[in-house]
């Protein structure tokens, strides 16, 4: 909409950076649209200078910039054009309520926009995070094969969050409008400490320092529906009118970091993609099957039998299993302060483990151990049962596998790779069989796709496209706000 400011130079910074082509072209385009002003709003006082815009956009690496009149867009008129209607549930709360109609140019005109452009991706902020929400469901409904990527909100030295309206502003209203990101910052925190988020405390804190709150509202992030504030995640809204100035502005109220659980059956490359989903965001990688390898290890070292529960009780009563994190960044498993790592890996501790998996002393142990790592966040798990037992409440669940065939194929490479004899592919491809059924029929936490999971099929996939797949998709559900890491 113009009036460019460094929320926008970040937009076309992270669009020139983007891997999807060595020498992408990054169009920026500057429209302030009709739709989306009511006669009482400030459309004619709405900032702008095309040639700050085109001096900025410059500077941040576009390629173009492209200001279209009113003409070019909507030919005879905006009344002559078709206009889309947003969905009725995703404006019925925060701006859609005073801003009628707001939300129903932003969709107009963006089909208006993308039938012209064609892109293969959109850059879009989380500041105006229904404004988001809605193109995202334009962009599905519409069956467009267009990519969208956001950054986070981006503020300014002193919290405010960066707006082509904050120019608006005279320095003593400034001085008050940070009030805002300030109160913001401290419901967040006090979610992450589990502590109580009062809306009614905060809302009167802002009126009583000549802030008028027009909504102070918490809602479902992704459904934009009113929720209580102790429904975590959810998102804490909020416009103001400084002066004469409106600023909108917002924060995720979380229980904790995010985690992603990831499963599957064996040789889906759970384990590889795992561990550079964990690195390119910065997440603690918890590999649940090492675990369970690792008490099948212990087992088998002891000689204990499969079947002798009250010994395998025992064993596993005071089990130590860590990760440790070795010279050359690789994740190394240690049980009782003794380094398993390639161990654990070899072909009889394969064939025997999910026979040790499916004992109940053993998941039960494992489990709560799981879950006590998992209490903070900020991790990403992979296994048999992560999404639908272990972590239920997972903020994205993956399915991750593969046709029996291709599973063999890179359980062989992995073998060779390891130092093991390889055996033929169709005797590998059997055996993943058998344990698909292993896993998928035993009485305690069988393998099975959450309902709330998204299934990815890999044949065909390189490892590199399935990890961005799935750092895409997580940032679907979690935003960049909350976990700005990749």
Request: charge should be positive; glycine fraction near 6%.
């Amino acid at each position: 909409m113009g009036g460019l400011h460094k929320g926008h130079s970040k937009l076309i910074e992270t669009a020139q950076k983007t891997e999807r082509e060595r020498a992408p072209v990054v169009l920026v385009s500057v429209f302030v649209n009709p739709l989306q002003f009511s006669p009482t709003e400030d459309f004619n006082n709405y900032p702008r200078d095309l040639d700050k815009d085109c001096n900025l956009a410059t500077a941040s690496g576009a390629s173009a910039l492209w200001a279209p009149s009113v003409e070019d867009i909507f030919p005879n008129g905006p009344d002559s054009h078709i206009r889309v209607h947003a969905p009725k549930n995703l404006q019925a709360n925060l701006c859609g309520v005073n801003r009628k109609g707001h939300f129903d140019g932003v969709a107009t005109v963006m089909s208006r926009l993308l039938a012209i452009i064609k892109p293969n991706l959109v850059f879009l902020g989380e500041k105006d995070w229904q404004q988001l929400i809605i193109i995202r469901h334009l962009i599905k409904d519409l069956g467009l094969s267009i990519g969208i990527n956001t950054i986070g909100t981006v503020r300014d030295q002193d919290g405010l969050a960066y707006s082509s309206r904050n120019s608006l502003l005279k320095a003593a209203e400034r001085e008050k409008a940070i009030l805002l990101p300030q109160l913001l910052k401290k419901a967040y925190s006090s979610s992450l400490q589990k502590e109580e988020v009062d809306i009614s405390k905060i809302n009167a804190e802002l009126n009583n320092n000549g802030l008028r709150v027009e909504y102070l509202e918490t809602v479902d992030p992704f459904t934009l529906q009113l929720v209580k504030p102790n429904k975590r995640p959810c998102l804490l809204a909020t416009a103001i009118k400084c002066g004469e100035t409106r600023l909108i502005d917002h924060t995720f109220l979380i229980a904790r970091k995010p985690i992603i659980a990831i499963d599957g059956p064996a040789g889906a490359g759970k384990s590889s993609v795992t561990k550079a989903v964990a690195s390119k965001l910065s997440l603690l990688y918890l590999d649940t099957g090492a675990m369970y390898r690792a008490v099948t290890w212990l087992i088998k070292k002891n000689n204990i039998s499969h079947k002798d529960e009250s010994s395998i009780r025992l064993i596993v009563k005071d089990l130590k299993i860590e990760f440790q994190t070795s010279q050359s960044n690789d994740q190394q498993v240690m049980v009782n302060n003794y380094n398993i790592t390639e161990e654990i890996r070899s072909p009889e501790i394969t064939n025997l483990v999910s026979q040790i998996a499916s004992i109940g002393a053993v998941r039960e142990a494992l489990t709560a151990q799981q879950r006590n790592m998992g209490k903070l966040g900020g991790l990403i798990a992979e296994g048999r049962d992560i999404g639908s037992s272990v972590f239920p409440d997972a903020d994205v669940k993956f399915y991750l596998t593969a046709s029996p065939k291709e599973r063999a194929k890179r359980r062989a490479l992995d073998l060779n790779n390891r130092g093991f004899s390889v055996l033929n592919i169709q005797q590998l491809e059997k055996e993943i069989l058998e344990r698909d059924m292993l896993d998928s029929n035993r009485k305690i936490s069988p393998l099975k796709k959450a309902k709330d999971s998204i299934e990815v099929i890999t044949d065909g996939m390189d490892i590199d496209q399935v990890i961005n797949l799935l750092i895409k998709l997580f940032y679907t559900r979690v935003p960049k706000e909350v976990w700005p890491k990749d």
